[in-house]
């Protein structure tokens, strides 16, 4: 299985500020990789697929790059409804796996 | 716009089965080429169970669970089903169907239910 591995495990940020996600693979997955968005109590949202492409009505400050085995997930300007924890989950070969996971608090 | 429903017992005991139904609505079960089950155990992460192609003819299984896990589809009913065997409190976890719809050349989740916490304990 491909392992992936987020960093850090969790983070505190203000309201406004650029918070930088980082997702790492076990092996190269091409641009297999997608972002999900995760508050207590709900299931997970599709942020971004493809490693760079917005899912439908997902703002325009959340923004991804990356391909291989090194993936980023950014957020200028954190707004109150961002605080939650994000998921980054591979699709380039079967089994599917997730990472652990970041949360994002308030500082 | 695709919406997901589980159902199923939220107890299951230990070396019973766990069986869920995800209904779907808004859209046939051919809206999306994959149907998926994916479980978060308590306060962790995310884990893959299984997909099964809309017309119910390709499954595939994450490996550690392939002995114990089954999908199905009923296609006059629009929905999908998990049966999981044996269970232990290992498979204590909230359970979730989504749809999994080809993005970018990938696969992405985007449609989930809301999800169905299955405790397994005597």
């Known amino acids: 299985d491909i392992e992936m591995t987020q960093s850090p495990s969790s983070l505190s940020a203000s309201v406004g500020d650029r918070v930088t996600l980082t997702c790492r693979a076990s092996?190269?997955?091409?641009?297999?990789l997608n972002w999900y968005q995760q508050k207590p109590g709900k299931a997970p949202k599709l942020l971004i697929y493809?490693?760079?492409t917005l899912h439908s009505e997902v703002p325009s400050r959340f923004s991804g790059s990356g391909s291989g085995t090194d993936f980023t997930l950014i957020i200028t300007r954190l707004q109150p409804e961002d605080y939650a924890t994000y998921y980054c989950q591979q699709s380039y070969n079967t089994p599917s796996t997730f990472g652990g996971g970041t949360t994002v608090g308030i500082k | 716009q695709v919406q997901l429903q589980e159902s199923g017992p939220g107890l299951v005991k230990p070396s019973g089965t766990l069986s869920l139904t995800c209904a779907v609505s808004g859209g046939s079960l051919s809206s999306s080429d994959w149907w998926s089950w994916v479980r978060q155990s308590p306060g962790k992460g995310l884990e893959w169970i299984a997909e099964i192609y809309h017309n119910g003819r390709n499954t595939n299984y994450k490996p550690s669970l392939q002995s114990r896990v089954t999908m199905s589809v009923d296609q006059s009913r629009n929905q999908f089903s998990l049966k999981l065997t044996s269970v232990t409190a290992a498979d204590t976890a909230m359970y979730y169907c989504?749809?999994?719809?080809?993005?970018?050349?990938?696969?992405?989740?985007?449609?989930w239910g809301r999800g169905t916490l299955v405790t397994v304990s005597s």
């Open positions: 493809g490693a760079s």
């Open positions: 092996q190269g997955i091409h641009t297999f």
């Open positions: 989504a749809s999994a719809g080809y993005c970018s050349g990938g696969t992405c989740f985007d449609h």
